[in-house]
Each structure stands twice: as C-alpha cells, then as structure tokens.
C-alpha cells in the first residue's frame, strides 16, 4: 500500500501529544506508587483540576495561559499534599487496595462535585497567542502549540527524572522508596517527603491538565476518560520505573497513532491489547519491578 | 597492627558521665512484648557491647533507642534528653548513628550515594578520604550499585558512612555477622580506631571473641532484660557465667 505521508505525519503528531499526557501522568503514578505505596486512582481528578484551575485563573482573576502553567500545578498539588495529610497517611501502612478504594472514591467525588457545577459538556480554554497558528515543515503543517505540548512534555519529563536519579534529594526519595524506616533513622523528615512527592505526582498530573485545556476542552471528566488509558500505559510499561513509565507514554501514544494510520479500527483497542500481552509475558511490566 | 594490640585496645579513659541512660525501657512488636524492662548506661568515650542468645532483645534495644520500634515505654535519656517519645529522625539529628544489622545498603543508589546518603548532623564527622583511608575498597567501588558489593563491602560502606554525619555516639548491630575473618579483624580495627578518636560506641554482637577486642564493658540480655554486667577487666572472672548464658 501506498502511504501518504501527510496523513501519516498527521497521527503521528496525534500520537506524540496523546504520548505527552500518557507520560506526564505515568510519570506522576510511578513517583507517587514509588514512595506511597499508592495507586492513585484520584490521578485523572486531578488532571482535570488542573484544567479547570488554568480556567478558573483566566475567567476569574484574569491570569493568562502561562503564569497558570506554574500557578494552577502548584495550587493543584498543593490540594494533594493536604489529601496526604488528612487521609491517604492513615492508610499508608495497609494494603494496596484501600488506597485504590480510597483514591477511587475521592475522584468520584471530585468528578462529581465538578460535573454537579459545570455539567459534562467542554468550556473552552484559547490558545495562547504567541502558540497560535502553525508552521508548515513541507510535508505537514504543524500546530505550533501541539509542537510546545510536545516539547514542553519531554522537558519537564527529563527535569523529573534528573531530580529522582541524579540529584541528592532524588537519592533521598529513591533511598526512601527501598527503606523508609532506615531513612528517616539518618534524620531525614520522611513524611515530610511523603507529602512533597504526592504533591510532586498530583502537580505533574494537573500540568498535563493545564497543557491540555487548549485542546481538548476543559470537561469534569477529561481525566476520566484519559486515566484508564494511563494506567494501561503504567502496566504495559511496569510501576517501578521512572525512564520505563516516561518511555512507555511517548511509545504507546506514537503506536496508538500508527494504529489510527494503518488499522484505525483498532486505534482505541491497540493499547488495551498490548496490556493483555504483557501481562501475559511479563507480569510486572516492561521495566517494572515485581510489586 | 599486631595480634597484642588488637586485644588490647588503646585505653582512653572512658570520661565518667553516662551519654546514654537507658531506664525501665519495655517495648513492642506489634502484640509482642519483647523488652520487660532495659537498664543501661554508656559512658562518654567507651565502647559497650550487649551480649546475649539469638532473640533475647538486643537489636530491640538498639532499634528503640533509635526510635523506630512501633512501642515503646519507659525512660531513654541521651545527652540529658529524655529522647523515648522522639521520632527517629529527630533523635538522628541529636546524634546517634545507626548501623543496622541487615546493613541497609540502598540498591537504587550507587556506592557514592549510599556513603553521602546520611545527611550532616553537626560539624565534627570524618571527611570522605578519612572514610577511604579506613576502608580502601569503597574508593574503588564507587560508581557500582550499593548491593553489587561483597558482605564485607558492604558492612564497609555501612559503617562509613555513619561516621561522615558527625554524630557521635554509634550503635553497631552484628558488624562481624557473616563476614570473613581478616575482615572482621578490619572492622575490629576501626572500632578501635573510632574509639582513640573519642567515638563512643554501642555494640550487638554475637562474636564473642570478637567483642572482647573491642569492648570497655558488657551487659547481657537475656528474655528482654538485663541481667548482668562487668567490665572487660572482670572478664576473666566471669569467664564461667558467660558460658552459661551465652550458652556456648
């Protein structure tokens, strides 16, 4: 068959973005589960957060697109550190599954608080102007703003993993994932750190939200829909690692989009599938640690 | 350093005031109550080793001095500060170092990461080459992961990098356990050493033999109390009762 580039550069592009969300939230799970212990199921109710709190920043107080990619990560977070300290530190020393019931339940109450506000439809979120129009790179014409999704994503993604696997603190988290008790033995606050790191996971998640107002619409369930994707992308790709959790977003979000070129019948299924073969093969995922 | 001076030790006079008190201290496991009851003191500058059988509570006394026993009651003074109700990481900056018996080596970190693990409590700590000048081979084994080391590598890097923080005051639990003969002699030379320094140490060992290198004093535990104790100079004496606690 012949392949038109055009239309292929198209979803690949589709891919790379749907990619950068995958990664950036991934990569929130993969902290957060890293350090807590938790599979956050509140992580797409605070994507959506985000979203809203870039919008509510615009329409309310009258702050623009990119003081908000600073304000709106930090406010969300910040949510998260207090959801950390009044709840999800209670149940840090049971098993999984309550912090998967708990978090659960928190983002359906999230979502439907929201829903109950601002109904299901989108509210729009412009771009802004100095991402507005597109370029055209001969075979494509490219968004600029879905260029800066794309980009901006990988960036903060490389920052992310240079503070957990090249830096002192990051060594303090990484020390503290294997041993917490001993940690906190050599003086080091780790519920302190317990609480920065949710809040660390849940402000790259409301990031993501924040970048992705502008394109898909700001909706009380953007991160519904997105997370069950997510958390296929978190086990194809494994729990435990933090290039393995930003890798396995970009890849799968660029499989996803060759699948919508060549079989776009399997587009939504293709990631779901790939889960199931993994599983199957390699439980703990790809560059998982066994849970 | 030769057999003789390997048995005994440069004498620094212990300085008389108890660093550490330990009074009445109980503690918990969960439902199980392992200690019934610790006394003990450490003076400045000594070195005092817990002896006892297999399960008898002594690294249960190390870990609750430490502050990372889930209950604990009774008294633990250190430097004149009632320390019991203390989380573990503020009784960590107050300056007590913990080796644990399993050594706690981080596989996520390489080498260098595990020795600059420990944050700086107060200024005083040995410097990185002072580290390396004791233990030659952590300096060559940097850059590889901290549990590709060897059992006595690994005890190395444990002990080095307590002594980097500044504290003061080090509990050691079983250095020697499993380690190979010239290592152990290793190790029994930087506790010496430490000691001549003005380190003041607390020692779990099982090695008897080994403990009688190193120790100004012992108390035994047995079934979660104390219940003797004599200095090294009494050792001979007590020869005999030793034998039939420690059961060998």
Known sequence: MSINLQALSAQLLVGLINGSFYALLSLGLAVIFGMLNIINFAHGAVYMMGAFAAYFLLNIAGIGYWPALILAPLAVGLFGMVMERTMLKWIANLDHLYGLLLTFGLALIIQGVFQNYFGSSGLPYAIPDALKGGMNLGFMFLPIYRGWVVIFSLVICIATWFLIERTRLGAYLRAATENPTLVRAFGINVPLMITLTYGLGVGLAALAGVLSAPINQVRPLMGADLIIVVFAVVVIGGMGSIMGSIITGFALGIIEGLTKYFYPEASNTVVFVLMVLVLLVKPSGLTGRAA | ?248
């Not at chain 2, 500058?45 to 008898?56: C, I, K, S």
């Not at chain 2, 990098?161 to 290592?183: H, K, S």
């Not at chain 2, 050493?193 to 140490?201: A, D, M, N, V, W």
């Open chain 2, 1 to 248: 350093m030769t057999e003789t001076t390997m048995a005994a030790p440069a004498k620094t006079a212990a300085t008389g005031n108890p660093v550490l008190t330990v009074e009445n201290l109980e503690a918990w496991y969960g439902e199980s109550h392992i200690l019934h009851g610790i006394n003990f003191n450490v003076k400045s500058g000594e070195v005092v080793t817990l002896l006892g059988r297999n399960g008898a509570g002594k690294t249960t006394t190390l870990k609750s001095i430490m502050g990372i026993i889930g209950k604990r009651t009774g008294s633990i003074k250190f430097e004149g500060n009632e320390i019991i109700k203390t989380s573990s990481d503020k009784i960590a900056k107050q300056g007590i170092a913990f080796c644990p018996e399993e050594r706690g080596i981080f596989s996520s970190l390489d080498v260098r990461e595990n020795l600059m693990l420990p944050p700086t409590i107060r200024p005083g700590g040995l410097s990185l080459d002072q580290i390396f000048e004791l233990f030659p081979n952590l300096k060559e084994r940097l850059n590889s992961q901290g549990t590709k080391l060897s059992g006595g590598e690994q005890q190395m890097l444990a002990i080095g990098r307590i002594l980097r923080t500044g504290a003061r005051f080090l509990m050691l639990d079983e250095p020697t356990e499993g380690l190979a003969p010239v290592i152990i002699q290793q190790i029994g030379h930087t506790i010496a050493r430490l000691k001549s320094e003005g380190f003041t140490i607390l020692l779990v060992e099982q090695n008897f033999r080994f403990a009688a290198t190193v120790a100004d004093r012992y108390y035994i535990v047995e079934h979660g109390k104390i219940i003797d104790g004599f200095a090294n100079s009494e050792l001979s004496a007590n020869m005999d009762k030793l034998h039939t606690y420690l059961g060998v």
